[in-house]
């Protein structure tokens, strides 16, 4: 069962532009939701995150946009460049101590953004 | 200096064959992860080791054996490989697992093919 859906798959966005990048959640326990930048042959690091007692946070370029009622969360970069290009991924977390989740990530399917110069 | 490396980086090898994939951090971290991340580039944890001990273990065929010798290393032994198994896997780190919010610091990849 995947958790936590991303979307779109893939995105082309021209030089200054702005990218957008969808996810949604099903599980209400998450507090905790990340996005990680994956360059190609890299391993992923994280670019922000956020925890849904706020509705935005902001980082340079990089935004995340979160409604916990709707359960979405998106990552706005704005003035896109050539060097963004790369695959993001959300994830999401919870705490569960009784449970098997210890604050593993559950990551979405990922969106591979190609900006052109 | 790197702070979380795996060995090797590269592992090609025949169906059937045991292999064995190496992580270290030097981050001071308590917890160790291995992700797998598949040809379309979804990525799953499947164990977590927290200061030597398992923490998280997903539904993960008994083939793969995690070890984690002191805190700053944790290996992945894989028993008789099978095709499926190709990915990439990705060991990471965090400081902490008794709470959310922890950055985990990831590995640059063992990139696994079996023939």
């Known amino acids: 069962q995947q958790q936590v859906k991303q979307s779109p798959q893939s995105l082309i966005v021209q030089k200054g532009g702005i990218s957008i990048i969808n996810c949604a959640y099903e599980?209400?326990?998450?507090?905790?939701f990340p996005w990680y930048q994956q360059f190609p042959g890299k391993g992923p690091a994280l670019l922000i995150a956020?925890?849904?007692?706020?509705s935005e946070k902001k980082e340079g370029r990089f935004t995340i946009s979160f409604n916990k009622s709707a359960k979405q969360f998106s990552l706005h970069i704005m003035d896109s460049q050539p060097g963004d290009s790369a695959t993001y991924f959300c994830?999401?977390?919870?705490?569960?101590?009784?449970?098997?989740?210890?604050?593993?990530?559950?990551f979405g399917q990922g969106t591979i953004l190609t900006v052109h110069p | 200096d790197t702070a979380v490396s795996q060995t090797p980086k590269y592992l090609v090898t025949q169906m059937g064959n045991d292999k064995s994939i190496k992580c270290e951090q030097n981050?001071?971290?308590?917890?160790m992860y291995w992700y797998k991340q598949d040809s379309k580039k979804f990525l799953k944890i499947m164990f977590s080791?927290?200061?030597?001990?398992?923490?998280i273990n997903e539904t993960v065929p008994n083939r793969f054996s995690p070890k984690s010798p002191d805190k700053a290393h944790l290996n992945l032994h894989i028993n008789s490989l099978e095709l499926g198994d190709s990915a990439v896997y990705f060991c990471?780190?965090?400081?902490?697992?008794?709470?959310?919010?922890?950055?985990?610091?990831f590995g640059p990849g063992t990139r696994l093919l079996v023939l």
């Open positions: 994830a999401a977390s919870d705490f569960n101590a009784g449970g098997t989740s210890y604050g593993k990530l559950t």
């Open positions: 990471a780190s965090s400081q902490l697992i008794y709470r959310t919010g922890e950055t985990q610091y």
């Open positions: 080791y927290n200061n030597k001990e398992l923490i």
């Open positions: 599980n209400t326990a998450f507090d905790y």
């Open positions: 956020i925890r849904p007692d706020v």
């Open positions: 981050l001071g971290h308590d917890t």
